[in-house]
């Protein structure tokens, strides 16, 4: 069946030139099909019988006959410098040859059917090198091929190479991508396992954090009853005996002595209540951030009488507990500088839950402070603990003051986990 296509090798090189502007091959079939309508074309444009493409095999040395157009043995080796093609190869030249069945080179019983009355064959080049072979044959007796057949078919041998070459570079290009695409793989792959390892790695470290904290408010708790069950037992009693020697006294000089130094000593008593409130911290329950807020407020304003409030807004839960744990601890360093330098009478305390981070701000109307007076060559170890406690979690610290504009303690913090 005569094809309706094009007949000259430009329109060829176009139809190739078009496959690759489409998008280029998906795969195998597209090399064979666009070489089979290439060797059609030849075939038809040279009224030859078969035209065969051929490529030289460096390691057996051999030439193999491809199965594309149409050729009288697909899949046939010959010895380099055997046939037409092994001769067009191994001598890098172009061969016509007008009557076949006279020339010495041919090889014996190698087509059925009709004869070969005459043949024509080019090589085909990559760079100088010649790498294969072009040949067409005509079984018609009217046919005989000439120097014009064999430059038209060397036009066709160049389209082939560059259609072979072009194929050869999207198979280079499609091994590397998959090369790529491994490598890619791979590396997320162990890019995801260390950051499950730093994940898991924080996870153990917040666990450590959250338990180095609860053992130093244990041993507070059992320091603050150390010194209730000890000291403040004896000073009790110093203090009842005290009272009785006064009773049973009656020179008044050294009454209202042991008076006043009883008086003495029962500041002390109170003293002593206070550092043991202080050293009794107040506990952290799981979900029990605000409870504790609220507790140490309540503490602040009944020993300080300094009016304290908690307000809560956003969306109250329970956050982890190194979150929680962080945010008390800033609260009572806070409420502790409220009570030792700002000489305030009131403090709000607002805490925001938001979706992804808790907000706190710590508002006092006392004296303020000049950033310089962290400067006096004391040690100050509040601030700097409060903004670390936040950075350690991923947060920020602000801490804005000013003579006579009392302070304002600002801290956001995360409350997802630490990655
Ligand atoms: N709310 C506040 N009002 C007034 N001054 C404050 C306030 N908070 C902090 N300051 C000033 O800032 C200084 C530093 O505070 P910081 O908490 O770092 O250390 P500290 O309280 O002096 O000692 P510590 O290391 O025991 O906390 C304080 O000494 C004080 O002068
Ligand atoms: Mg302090």
Known sequence: MRRERARIPGDASRRFVEVVASGGPSGDSDAHT????????????LQAQRVALMLYNDDDQTVEILDVGTPAFPGRRVELGEGLAGRVIESGQRLVIEDYDGWAGKLSGEVAGPPILSAVGVPLRHGATPIGALTAHSTVPGRRFTDGDAHVLEIFGDIAMLALSHFSM???????NNRLERRVRERTAALRQSSQEISRKNE????????LEHAQDEERRRIAQDIHDSVMQTLSGVIFELKA???????????S???SIRELLHQLETELRDVIQDLHSVELEPGGLMRAIEREATRLQARHAIQCSVRAAGHHRALPAAVESAVLRIVREALGNVQRHASASTVLITITMLKSEVRLVIRDDGIGFYSEQCNDGRVHLGISGMRRRAEARGGSFRIESGPGDGTTVTVAIPTRRLR
């Open 34 to 45: 666009l070489l089979n309508s290439i060797l059609l074309d030849a075939t038809e444009l």
């Open 170 to 176: 999207h198979d280079e290009l499609r091994t590397l």
């Open 204 to 211: 153990q470290l917040e666990e450590l954090i959250v338990g």
């Open 245 to 255: 020697a006064e009773t049973s006294m009656d020179s008044s000089p050294v009454v």
């Open 257 to 259: 002595q042991l008076s």
